[in-house]
């Protein structure tokens, strides 16, 4: 026969289910009904069954002299944030869930030293951080503190920012993310949103208190805008597939994965196009060469003439850049080098090694180009590659010219730790048609027939096409060597393999920016 528990035990237990689902069963329906999951769900999906430990579980909102207690237990349940750390994966990481079921998720005295307490512990730890955001930003209904006035030194954004480039931090977001929820989700080093988001600085009230005109909530940062915008790496279905793409995406942070298997390899002889003005499908090309189902991308619509993302090769995670030849003919615009460069800061910051699939035209110019503030942000690509450590391997597939195919390649084609071409590379200081005519513009101005100047002009860019093909690259030194692509996989596992260890960065903080 059990024996009663004592009163003080009974009393926690009652306290600590005024925290769950069951108990807040209203709260729970009325998620469900909008189609979305409780914070204590996601949770759940998240980590490894059995492995979270709570932080703060018991702390209400600081309103107990304008609202009853008992009340605030369950209304107000560990004060609109759920923090731990848990395994995701087999490791450990920390957790940061809001709940917009408490106080549509806005941020309070105790929540705020809530997240301060589990993001001084991921610091001290060095534990990778994964949070959902939604939420609505400050709350200015916190009656009981009553010590200060406009509450802005508190820790938890700087906190957060601080750990960038010590860890790794994932954001996800589904519903409205608005204000200090925004700002939050904005400094993660990798952002998942679902279609049902609405991210942005500040809510409706705010931007009606500013004289900025009213606005339903749905019209600030919807989710096909910031996704255009680069704001949102990865764009999910529902929190289900958020959940997944976090796991995936975390768990290129956390070291090699055992089984492993990999497409066959004999595609990739016939993935160029024997015209060589025609474009094709590169993503087909990454997914070909890394390990199965292997490969995520992040901002697929933001920066287009350059591909970012991750995959694995034998189980072991690395970072991919690739030349879109679909988009701009692969010429690299300001956005795409700002994302690139970013995502490489990324990729030497987590010691994951690069490899470069190389096809470009060069940096994309002219007035408009211009615009973009084009001179500073394609530069930033030579200053984020200046000071990597992590090994660079470069694939040239078709095009290597002018300034864009050395910030493809770590600033300089002698910058990668192995530098190959496919038998389809071609290279020079500019592209072949306006090397000739920038070159022979005399010749070509002295033939008076259309007919004829155009014969004499693609005469003379096959010359220059056979004196700039791979071989003659490779016979000159300028690159490492040219392979079958039905090898390519292979050569870069061995390049990777035979690489220096990178100058270890645990401990040593990196900042994040898009630059200009």
């Known amino acids: 026969m059990s024996k009663k528990p004592r009163p003080e035990l009974e009393a926690l237990q009652r306290r600590l289910a005024n925290t769950s689902d069951e108990v807040r069963a209203d709260a729970t329906a009325k998620r469900h009904a909008k189609g979305y999951r409780t914070a204590r769900e996601n949770l759940a999906d998240l980590i490894d069954a059995d492995s979270f430990t709570e932080y703060g579980q018991l702390a209400v909102a600081a309103q107990r002299n304008r609202r009853d207690y008992e009340d605030l237990q369950q209304s107000t349940a560990?004060?609109?944030?759920?923090?731990?750390?848990?395994?995701?994966?087999?490791?450990?990481?920390?957790?940061?869930?809001?709940?917009y079921s408490v106080l549509a998720g806005t941020q309070g005295y105790f929540h705020h030293k809530k997240l301060d307490r589990i993001f001084e512990l991921a610091e001290d730890r060095e534990l990778p951080v994964v949070m959902y955001t939604e939420g609505g930003g400050g709350r200015p209904g916190d009656t009981d503190v009553t010590t200060q006035i406009a509450g802005l030194n508190i820790k938890s954004f700087s906190t957060w920012a601080r750990l960038s480039g010590l860890v790794p931090r994932i954001a996800i977001n589904n519903g409205y993310c608005f204000a200090g929820n925004a700002a939050l989700f904005g400094c993660a080093d990798i952002t998942v949103a679902t279609r049902s988001s609405w991210i942005g600085m500040a809510g409706p009230a705010m931007i009606e208190g500013g004289g900025l005109g009213t606005h339903p909530p749905t019209a600030i940062g919807p989710i096909d805008v910031q996704e255009q915008n680069g704001v949102v790496d990865i764009v999910a279905e529902d929190e289900e597939d958020a959940t997944r793409i976090a796991k995936q995406l975390l768990g290129y942070f956390q070291g090699a994965v055992g089984e492993w298997s990999c497409p066959d390899q004999s595609s990739l002889r016939d993935a160029i196009p024997e015209d060589r003005r025609w474009g094709y499908p590169v993503r087909s090309i990454i997914e070909t060469i890394a390990d199965s189902d292997s490969f995520t991308e992040l901002r697929r619509k933001y920066g287009r003439p350059i591909i970012t993302g991750f995959m694995r090769l034998e189980g072991k995670p690395i970072g991919v850049i690739a030349n879109d030849c679909q988009q701009l003919g692969g010429a690299i615009d300001a956005e795409s080098a700002v994302k690139a460069a970013r995502f490489l800061q990324l990729c030497d910051a987590f010691e994951l090694p690069v490899l470069s699939l190389t096809d470009t035209p060069g940096f994309m110019v002219g007035p408009e180009s211009e615009q973009q503030a084009a001179v500073r942000r394609m530069s930033s690509l030579f200053v984020t590659a200046a000071s990597m450590s992590v090994p660079i391997v470069a694939i040239f597939l078709r095009k290597g010219y002018g300034l864009g195919a050395m910030a493809m390649t770590g600033g300089s084609f002698v910058a990668p730790f192995y530098a190959?071409?496919?038998?389809?590379?071609?290279?020079?200081?500019?592209?072949?048609?306006?090397?000739?005519?920038?070159?022979?513009?005399?010749?070509?101005?002295?033939?008076?027939?259309?007919?004829?100047?155009?014969?004499?002009?693609?005469?003379?860019?096959?010359?220059?096409?056979?004196?700039?093909?791979?071989?003659?690259?490779?016979?000159?030194?300028?690159?490492?060597?040219?392979?079958?692509?039905?090898?390519?996989?292979?050569?870069?596992?061995?390049?990777?393999?035979?690489?220096?260890?990178?100058?270890?960065?645990?401990?040593?903080?990196?900042?994040?920016?898009?630059?200009?």
């Open 420 to 516: 190959a071409a496919w038998p389809t590379g071609e290279f020079g200081g500019m592209g072949l048609e306006g090397a000739v005519r920038l070159g022979f513009k005399k010749e070509l101005d002295a033939v008076e027939d259309s007919e004829e100047r155009e014969a004499l002009f693609d005469e003379l860019v096959t010359k220059m096409y056979e004196a700039g093909k791979a071989t003659e690259a490779a016979a000159h030194l300028e690159i490492d060597a040219v392979i079958d692509p039905i090898d390519t996989r292979e050569a870069i596992i061995k390049a990777i393999a035979a690489a220096p260890e990178p100058t270890p960065r645990r401990g040593k903080r990196r900042t994040f920016v898009d630059t200009w």
């Open 78 to 99: 560990a004060d609109a944030v759920i923090t731990g750390v848990a395994t995701i994966n087999g490791k450990r990481a920390a957790i940061v869930v809001y709940d």
